[in-house]
Every structure is written in C-alpha cells, then in structure tokens.
C-alpha cells in the first residue's frame, strides 16, 4: 500500500500533459525594430507651480513639419487651446518629426486632458493639409517636470533655441540670417540678452506669417523665476537638457 502511494505521488508529480497556457508563444512578445521613447510608467504628480516640458514625436514616414501647411495647421490647433485657465501652452518648437512644449497645468489630469485634446486637434489638422489618414503622433506624450529656476531657464534655452541643436538654422540662407527660429514662441519670449526682436525672416517665405500663439505665463518660475541665471542668447546652442 505504501509503495503503490508513492508510485502515484511520483506520477503526479510528473509534467504528463502539455500546456496551452504560460510560456512562449509563437508571435508574442515585442515586435523586432519596435521603441518607445515614454515608457508605460505611472506619470510624476503634476503641481500647478511647476513648468511641464512636454515632447511629442511623430511616427515615422511623416514628412517634415518644418513647412509651412503644417506649421499653420499646428498653429491652429494651439489656438483652441488659448483661454483654458487649467492648461497653458506657454511655449512651443517645431522640429522636424517633433514638437516640444512648455505647459502650466494644474494637476495631473489637466496636464493629461489638455494634451490629449491638443494632440488629437493637432493630429486631425495635420492630416487634412497632408491629404492623408492615420496616425500623427507615434507614442504618448513624454513629460518632464520643470521645478527649480536653474532648470527652468535650461529648459527655456533648450526650447527656444532647438532649432540650433539640430543644425535648422544652417538649412537655408534664410535660416541662417534669422536670429530667431520661426517654428518657435520666440518671439513671445521676453529674455533675450539681445533684446526684443522683430519678426524673423521666414526659412520658406511663408505668406502672411504669424507668430505661434503662446499663453501668458502665470508660474513664477516661467515669468521671472529663471532669471538669476542669467538672460539667454538667441545663438545659444543648447545641449541635453538633464
């Protein structure tokens, strides 16, 4: 009796049948060439007093959104965001396959609601000048917390003079004449050791230019918080920001 207990107790133990749960399956799992620049993590508390530094990255095949259709459509859509009390998009920089933001928030979910709607408008109008359909933007909206004023006058340079540290200021004549990137808030921004400027020429000449709309700041950070670190150079060349 006892032998035929440990028979059975042996038999059990054995891995008799096959899985069909658990383990590896064929096809699963991340798709080769597949990245992420923001990561599935539960997003930092968001405070009203703090600046947010917000990227977003088109999918790739986009073309440029340096040009002008996109920049107007772009244009357009941060202009329904205008009088919002709870989210201000202070500043904005037109890259080539990206966008940086400065954004006062109130909290997490103003922060989260404002720019899903902000990249859903933006989406929608860059799409209807393209002539296309799909996706715009390839992953969420990645964003930083800007809390101290060393960081907040690195990330109004970094901003504001992107364009120079990814060499768009070199891609034309025009664009090398101007001291101001015109896909930019530039020209809202009141800091400038040089001074305040005039509009900038335009790299593709565009018709009828009109300055990116930003909301006035209300943080003390971005209003004069930043400034015992000294004015910012319209030719500062910006490196990464920390």
Sequence with gaps: ??????????????????????????????????????????????????????????????????????????????RKTLGESTFRVCHTSIQRNHLHFLIEANDKGALSHGMRSLAIMAARAINRVLGRTGRVFAYRYHATAISSPRQMRNALSYVLNNWRRHDEDESCEAAHRAALDPYSTALAFRGWRQGVFAIPPDCERLAGYEPLPAAEPETWLLRVGWEPHGPISAFEVPGRLS
């Design 1 to 78: 009796m006892t032998i035929r207990w440990r028979i059975e107790e042996q038999q059990l133990a054995l891995d008799l049948w096959p899985r069909t749960w658990g383990g590896r399956r064929e096809g699963a799992g991340r798709k080769p060439g597949h990245t992420s620049d923001a990561p599935h993590r539960a997003r930092p508390v968001v405070r009203k007093y703090d600046v947010q530094h917000v990227v977003l990255r088109t999918c790739k095949g986009l073309p440029r959104l340096r040009r002008g259709k996109t920049y107007q459509a772009i244009a357009r859509a941060l």
